[in-house]
C-alpha cells in the first residue's frame, strides 16, 4: 500500500527553466513533508520541508507548495539547473510523531539539459 | 570528514550465508536507522535505535537484527540470506525520533545475493 506517490519516475527540463516535482500522499495523519535529494552512488540529503500549517516554503531556488485538502506536494526549481540533475524522493510523516518513521515515495529522476 | 559513513560500500555473497553490514555516525546524534531500498526503488524504514533501544521494527523478517554497541554506531546482521534480501541498505541518523529533524543518510551498500 503505496501511502506516498510519486507518479512521474522521470522528468526532464532544459536549464534555467522550471522543474516541477510531484508527490500524493493517501495519509491523512501526514502533516510533515520532505524532499530529499540522491545522487548516484551516494545516500539521499535533505532538500527542504514543509509542515501542514503553511502552504509554501521556500529555500532559495527550491520552493515546496502543500495542497491539503488535494492531499497534493510539489516542488519547484527555478532556474533549474544541470547540477540539479538527480533523484528526488517525497516523503512524509506525523510531525508530532516520536517514532522518526518517514515514509517515502518511488522517487522521480530530474534531468536538467544544457 | 563523513558524517554516516557504511562498510562496505559493496557485498556479494551466495545464498545461505551470514553478512554483516556496519554504519558509524560521527554527528553526536541519539537516533539511528536502517533502510532498505529494493528493486522497485522503494525506500522502505527497517530499523530505528534511540540510545541504543529499538523503536521500529517494520515487518521485517527475524533474519535481520541490528545491533548497536553505542551510540554512534548501528550494524546491521543478516543471517540465512535470502535472493530476495538483495538491495541498497542506508544507514541514516537524526537528532533524536521527532519527525522534524534531518535525517542524514550514509551512502548505501549495495547487497548482491548469488
Known amino acids: 500500500d503505496q501511502q506516498v506517490k510519486q507518479n512521474s519516475p522521470s522528468l526532464s527540463v532544459q536549464e534555467g527553466r522550471i522543474s516541477i516535482l510531484n508527490c500524493d500522499y493517501t495519509?491523512?495523519?501526514?502533516?510533515?513533508f520532505l524532499w530529499y535529494k540522491k545522487y548516484p552512488a551516494e545516500g539521499p540529503t535533505f532538500l527542504i520541508s514543509?509542515?501542514?500549517?503553511?502552504d509554501k516554503n521556500e529555500d532559495g531556488r527550491f520552493t515546496v507548495f502543500l495542497n491539503k485538502s488535494a492531499k497534493h506536494l510539489s516542488l519547484h526549481i527555478v532556474p533549474s539547473q544541470p547540477g540539479d540533475s538527480a533523484v528526488y524522493f517525497c516523503?512524509?510523516?506525523?510531525?508530532?510523531?516520536?517514532?522518526?518513521?518517514?515514509?517515502f515515495g518511488k522517487g522521480t529522476k530530474l534531468s536538467v539539459k544544457p | 570528514d563523513t558524517a554516516v559513513s557504511q562498510t562496505p560500500k559493496y557485498l556479494v555473497t551466495q545464498m545461505g550465508n551470514d553478512k554483516s553490514i556496519k554504519c558509524e555516525q560521527n554527528?553526536?546524534?541519539?537516533?539511528m536507522y536502517w533502510y532498505k531500498q529494493d528493486s522497485k526503488k522503494f525506500l522502505k524504514i527497517m530499523f530505528s535505535y534511540n540510545n541504543k533501544e529499538l523503536i521500529i521494527n517494520e515487518t521485517v523478517p527475524n533474519r535481520f537484527s541490528p545491533k548497536s554497541p553505542d551510540k554512534a554506531h548501528l550494524n546491521l546482521h543478516i543471517n540465512s540470506l535470502e535472493l530476495g534480501d538483495s538491495a541498497v541498505y542506508f544507514c541514516a541518523s537524526s537528532q533524536d525520533l521527532a519527525a522534524y529533524n534531518e535525517q542524514f543518510f550514509g551512502p548505501g551498500t549495495r547487497l548482491t545475493v548469488l
Open positions: 516523503a512524509a510523516s506525523v510531525y508530532g510523531g516520536s517514532q522518526g518513521n518517514l515514509i
Open positions: 554527528l553526536g546524534h541519539d537516533t
Open positions: 495519509n491523512s495523519m501526514f502533516d510533515y
Open positions: 514543509i509542515s501542514s500549517i503553511k
